[in-house]
């Protein structure tokens, strides 16, 4: 590995475009590859044995691209395979997690709402978070069926996405909810759909940028930072429609770049 080498950011769709924004935004000089699993999306509503052998084979394609550093932007992936993918792999790797212990600093009212699939909520990983800081807060736990989906179309704002944001946060609100962990790195991007439903009095917790800050800790531990000064290239791939992300990286990140449909075996387990 070589600090010139790429950074590897994987997600089971476009949701993880939310961590690339983070990443590049702190350090533009990092060149970076996305890999897109759209064609499997969404890992919520999939086995813990699919996520976990997917995530290892993404993993690998993206070590084959030279990769110095692997970043899991996905919390369902993290939460059921971050252990067997750093035994797996020996380069620095981050996963992410919803922000339960920001939320519960951050609550006022001690009511904090969570959003996130439903294999994130039925993880030990994220059980153990609840209960580390179930005397601080009351969790209102919900998945948000649907969300990820028409994300993946590339909707945002339809009527369907309020209806859904509405059925998941209405009982959130009414409970007295001031905080919202946003449980997947698909939902920051509902952001402002969820602004006016609940207003700016709901603090939303998108753990991006701390998931940025922990990669560079990591690059800075290993030496593999790019110097600033350099500028980085961005490669997005996806294993379904390379049209559709290319337009979203333009149309929610303002990033020009190109896009590319690759092929990535599934598991030999669900062929």
Not at 29 to 49: F, V
Not at 100 to 129: D, E, N
Not at 221 to 250: E, I, S, Y
Request: with cysteine; glycine share 8%.
């Amino acid at each position: 590995m070589s600090r010139s080498d790429v950074i590897g950011i994987f997600d089971s769709g476009l949701g993880g475009l939310s961590v690339l924004r983070a990443i590049h935004a702190l350090a533009p000089q990092e060149s970076l590859i996305y890999c897109a699993d759209s064609r499997y999306a969404p890992y919520g509503e999939r086995s813990d044995a699919f996520i976990a052998e997917r995530s290892e084979a993404i993993g690998q394609w993206l070590c084959d691209q030279h990769a110095k550093a692997l970043v899991v932007a996905c919390n369902t992936a993290t939460a059921h395979a971050i252990t067997a993918f750093r035994a797996r792999f020996t380069l620095p790797a981050i996963g992410v997690e919803p922000g339960i212990k920001p939320a519960a600093l951050a609550s006022r009212s001690g009511v904090v709402g969570v959003l996130a699939t439903a294999a994130t909520l039925r993880s030990a990983k994220f059980q153990r978070l609840l209960t580390e800081f179930s005397d601080r807060c009351r969790f209102i736990c919900r998945a948000g069926h649907g969300l990820v989906e028409r994300i993946e179309m590339g909707d945002l704002d339809s009527l369907e996405v309020q209806a859904l944001l509405h059925q998941y946060l209405d009982p959130m609100l009414a409970a007295g909810a001031d905080t919202l962990v946003l449980g997947s790195t698909h939902y920051p991007f509902l952001a402002p759909a969820i602004r006016r439903i609940a207003g700016d009095g709901l603090t939303l917790i998108d753990t991006g940028e701390a998931i940025a800050r922990q990669l560079l800790r990591q690059l800075d531990q290993h030496d593999l930072r790019q110097p600033a000064g350099t500028t980085g290239t961005v490669r997005l791939c996806t294993t379904a429609d390379a049209a559709l992300l290319q337009r979203v990286a333009h149309q929610w990140l303002q990033l020009d770049a190109p896009a590319e449909t690759i092929e990535i075996p599934l598991p030999a387990l669900n062929q």
